[in-house]
């Protein structure tokens, strides 16, 4: 076994130390990270040849826990890992973000990033390590990649700022930041309504405290890298003039057309038109002719922006778009909503239910269930196009859970508002920012169905397109401004602060001022959103919807648990079926009783309180005669309690058979006399009609 080389430094709480040399000696590049007492390796290994006829960087990263790594079998019947997990897939974007544009343009060979947690202390934050073993991994791979990055995460309580809290701690903010040494790529995070100003001082906190990170990458690399690969891209010169003098005009014309469609439809007989003037050209490969049909569209529409801050749909750089809103949108549902800002549309809907509602999550820190879920799902039609259906994607579970931290700390307390809580937002339309349209219609759809949080939230997209020091910061971008921009940028938040941020940029020229722009911007834009919103609905509704479920909780006796429940759970799934209400009872005696409607609430609270309760002499009752017998009827008059009623108390005078008064099946009153060896003894004397 080759020696192993290492790293080690002191980074905040805990050591951090970088293997390599050790394992996977076949991969183009591994390393283990340690920190604390969680371990990740990360492989790498990418192809030498460039993947032929593609025209994007084809990029891998694939992060999964092991659960062997926290002395842990997995749940389920196969009992092994299988399809990633939601936390899994998060992860992945988490790194692919901030590595994806320090690949040099025109690399087109196949790379993949695989990362395995093989340890993991249950309260030390993964994703971190991970991304630090990835950074590591490709920097003394040799492959092209203008590195090393780092990542920390910043917490905040009291005013201060801490690095890379442990999971339990407590903290208003959760943010992961990602950069070089010179700029920051990457940034997501989950907020409880902070301010812009302590969003930007966390971020650049976290820049600073990874340096120590990137310098420990470098001095590695110093002396374990391999020789860097020889890649160089050459622009065909030629080739570009080709195609902009062919296709500039048409370009031009394009994106003087404000509607989508129309100009999506332009651009297509615009590339069409190329490549049939090429056809029969067979030193002229297709993709290349689109990849530079790509850049002078690139060009021109930044230009446009730069030089004439005029935007693609003709608005202002700070201008919103018409917004619409709609509530109890859909007759049938707790809450609904439909949410429209220019052409990007959601419909969000919410259900409310209850404990067994909830959703059971397997993690290395262990197992837990979750209150509140935000499904989020973007069909092809909602861009025009056919695609396939039917599955996940990752960047859809990524919207939603950008989504999910939004409105995570508006949402009231258990205590408050005991309710299970679903959202799911269909994307009807897009074009720019559907997780911000799915946080504004989320936000009415709560409001609609009487979720009482705590305030209303907005959300924004912005973007930036930079050409040397001049720069141009968009507020609700349209999809080809993101697309031909160097920043994404969501914002989300109250009136009183942000809740939830996360950055994307493409460029490395990032600086403070163009951030402290970019939020200043995007808070002015919230404003105006939630102005707009609460036109519609500005507060939750008093009341649940008609088509709610209900709850109520009683207290019993922790001794009358087991005669409530029953021997297997008899007694309970009686009181299920026969009033329709479901029925949880907890250790301490708590008894949950949830149902569509309040009478059915009650009938299985008159049941249990039939079961526990215990009559006393001269209660009156309304009961039913179960049995006929010589000397008397058998009554039960409360739950499953029976009573005997002597054949001398069923009437003030003398009864020759019981017969005679009362028959099997009627509805008598009673009144408790008296207690004999545990049995009651009823009368239906002296009780008024």
């Keep these: 076994m080759s020696e192993s080389i290492s790293r080690e430094i002191q980074w905040g709480k805990d050591k951090l130390i970088i293997e390599t040399g050790k394992v996977a000696k076949q991969a183009t590049a591994s ?42 079998i997995p749940g389920g019947f196969f009992k092994r890992e299988a399809r990633p997990t939601e936390a899994e897939t998060l992860i992945c974007r ?24 093989l340890s993991h202390d249950t309260e030390t934050n993964a994703d971190i390590v991970a991304m630090v073993a990835a950074s590591s991994a490709l920097t003394i791979s040799g492959i092209p990649f203008m590195g090393p990055i780092s990542g920390c995460r910043v917490g905040y309580k009291d005013g201060e700022y801490s690095l890379n809290p442990k999971m339990n701690e407590e903290s208003d903010l959760d943010l992961v930041v990602a950069g070089t040494n010179s700029a920051v790529l990457m940034v997501e995070s989950e907020a409880n309504q902070l301010s812009e100003e302590v969003m930007l001082g966390a971020v650049t906190y976290g820049h600073k405290e990874m340096q120590p990170v990137i310098d420990m ?38 994106y003087a057309l404000t509607d989508k469609m129309e100009r999506h439809s332009a651009l297509s007989d615009s590339k069409e038109k190329l ?49 619409n809103n709609e509530v109890s949108w859909l007759p049938r549902t707790h809450g609904s909503a439909l949410f429209t800002r220019g052409e990007t549309q959601a419909i969000v809907v919410a259900t409310l239910g209850f404990g067994d509602d909830e959703q059971r999550i397997e993690a290395l820190q262990g197992s837990y269930k979750e209150k509140f879920m935000l499904h989020y799902n973007f069909p092809p039609y909602s861009v025009g196009e056919v695609g396939r259906s039917g599955f996940t994607s990752r960047r859809e579970v990524g919207h ?12 009231p307390d258990s205590e408050e508002f005991d309710y299970t809580i679903r959202l799911v937002s269909e994307i009807t339309e897009s074009n720019g920012s559907s997780s911000m349209a799915t946080v504004c219609g989320s936000s009415l ?12 939230v907005s959300g924004i997209a912005m973007g930036l397109i930079k050409e040397g020091d001049d720069f141009a910061v968009l507020s609700d971008i349209l999809g080809d401004e993101d697309h031909l921009g160097d920043m994404d940028f969501k914002v989300a938040g109250t009136k009183d602060g942000i809740t939830s941020l996360q950055m994307d940029i493409k460029i490395t020229g990032i600086t403070t001022e163009i951030m402290e722009q970019a939020l200043s911007q ?31 909780m009683i207290k019993i006796q922790r001794d009358n648990i087991g005669a409530v429940i029953g021997k297997g759970g008899a007694v309970i799934k009686e009181i299920i079926a026969e009033s329709g ?29 039939g079961i526990i309760q215990e009559p006393e002499v001269g209660d009156i009752f309304e009961g039913k005669v179960v049995k006929i017998m010589e000397f008397g009827a058998f009554v039960n008059f409360m739950g499953k309690k029976d009573g005997l009623v002597h054949i001398s108390q069923l009437a003030e005078k003398r009864v020759e058979k019981v017969t005679d008064v009362v028959s099997e099946g009627d509805t008598v009153k009673v009144k408790v006399i008296g207690f004999d060896k545990g049995k009651v003894k009823l009368s239906m004397k002296d009780i008024d009609a």
């Design 581 to 609: 209400a479901k029925v949880d009872i907890s250790d301490n005696g708590t008894v949950k009783i949830s149902g569509t409607s309040k009478e059915m609430i009650q009938s299985a609270i008159d049941m249990i309180n």
């Design 400 to 411: 939603g859970k950008l989504a999910w931290r939004a409105m995570k700390a508006v949402l």
């Design 445 to 456: 759809a709560l409001m609609d169905a009487g979720v009482p949080i705590k305030s209303a």
């Design 217 to 254: 990458i470098i001095d590695l690399a110093e002396e374990c890298a391999k020789e860097p690969w020889q890649f160089e891209y050459v622009e065909n010169t030629d080739l570009k003039e080709i195609v902009k003098k062919e296709c500039s005009d048409d370009i031009a014309k394009a």
């Design 275 to 323: 490549l049939k003037a090429h056809e029969n050209d067979e030193d002229i490969n297709p993709n290349e002719l689109m990849s530079y049909f790509k850049k002078i569209e690139k060009n021109i529409v930044r230009g446009q922006i730069i030089n004439n801050k005029s935007r693609i749909d003709g608005r202002k750089l700070d201008e919103i778009r018409n917004i």
């Design 522 to 552: 995007a808070n002015a834009g919230r404003m105006h959103i939630l102005s707009e919103m609460n036109k519609t609905i500005d507060a939750p509704r008093t009341e649940l919807g008609p088509y709610t479920p209900r709850s109520e």
């Design 94 to 117: 988490l790194i692919d973000r901030p590595i994806r544009p320090l690949f040099p343009e025109g690399f087109k060979n196949e790379t993949q990033v695989i990362l395995t947690v």
């Design 31 to 72: 390393t283990i990270v340690r920190y604390g007492d969680t371990v990740v390796m990360c492989n790498v290994t990418a192809a030498k040849q460039a993947k032929p006829d593609i025209d994007f960087f084809p990029l891998t990263v694939n992060y999964t826990e092991k659960y062997y790594a926290a002395g842990k």
